[in-house]
């Protein structure tokens, strides 16, 4: 009954390849999360969405693309990997009050070769 | 744009010892939210302690305790009795009160030496 699940949790891949993460929610949020965290453990916002809008969207490459297709998922896409790709990537969810935490999923570590 | 800063890039403490993490935040906002996040090896974010801005009284859990300076927009998490499994990156973390984005500090390594 993992609360946000992420797949997969690791995924090597070569440059110039195109993957995606999914991420998946079952806490019943209306707000969802990618966050990019780098070899120096920082957490940057990528984007978040909130029941299926996208509300932030950081400066981050057009080959980054997410999807939700619902609020339950968010879903990342990547085009045209680059070696500076390489990091771990986090899903997280919120419930619309703010007061409140947001709650990760396990990640992602993304190496690209 | 918010921005939150974590000055000390490692920590460390004896078991049984207590240790204090440092964070400062940048807003011009009144209604924002704070959080500790701890991030152990096994990567999974654990939230640690929240604090509402318009609150005085600071938040408490169990061996964890935070000292809120508002109007020196200070937020830095006390460890009491640390233990060996406290060791971890601890993350400091900004929300403002009416958006859905949470900015986080660079974060601490906390060591526990036994």
């Known amino acids: 009954d993992t609360a946000v699940s992420q797949t997969p949790k690791y995924l090597v891949t070569q440059m110039g390849n195109d993957k995606s993460i999914k991420c998946e929610q079952n806490?019943?949020?209306?707000?969802m999360y990618w966050y990019k965290q780098d070899s120096k453990k920082f957490l940057k916002i990528m984007f978040s969405?909130?029941?299926?809008?996208?509300?932030i969207n950081e400066t981050v490459p057009n080959r980054f693309s997410p999807k939700s297709p619902d609020k339950a998922h968010l879903n990342l896409h990547i085009n045209s990997l680059e070696l500076g790709d390489s990091a771990v990537y986090f899903c997280?969810?919120?419930?619309?009050?703010?007061?409140?935490?947001?709650?990760f999923g396990q990640g992602t570590r993304l190496t690209v070769v | 744009a918010q921005t939150v800063t974590q000055s000390q890039p490692e920590m460390s403490v004896q078991e049984a010892e207590t240790v204090t993490l440092s964070c400062t935040y940048d807003?011009?906002?009144?209604?924002?939210?704070l959080f500790w996040y701890k991030q152990p090896p096994s990567r999974q974010m654990i939230l640690v302690i929240r604090?509402?801005?318009?609150?005085?009284q600071n938040a408490t859990e169990n061996r964890f305790s935070v000292n809120f300076q508002k109007a020196a927009k200070s937020f830095s998490l006390k460890i009491s009795d640390s233990q060996l499994g406290d060791a971890a990156m601890y993350f400091c973390?900004?929300?403002?009160?009416?958006?859905?984005?949470?900015?986080f500090g660079a974060g601490t390594r906390l060591t526990v030496k036994p």
């Open positions: 806490l019943g949020h209306d707000t």
């Open positions: 997280a969810s919120s419930p619309r009050a703010y007061n409140t935490e947001a709650f």
């Open positions: 807003t011009s906002e009144s209604d924002y939210y």
């Open positions: 969405y909130n029941n299926k809008e996208l509300i």
């Open positions: 973390a900004y929300r403002r009160g009416n958006n859905n984005d949470m900015r």
């Open positions: 604090q509402e801005a318009y609150k005085q």
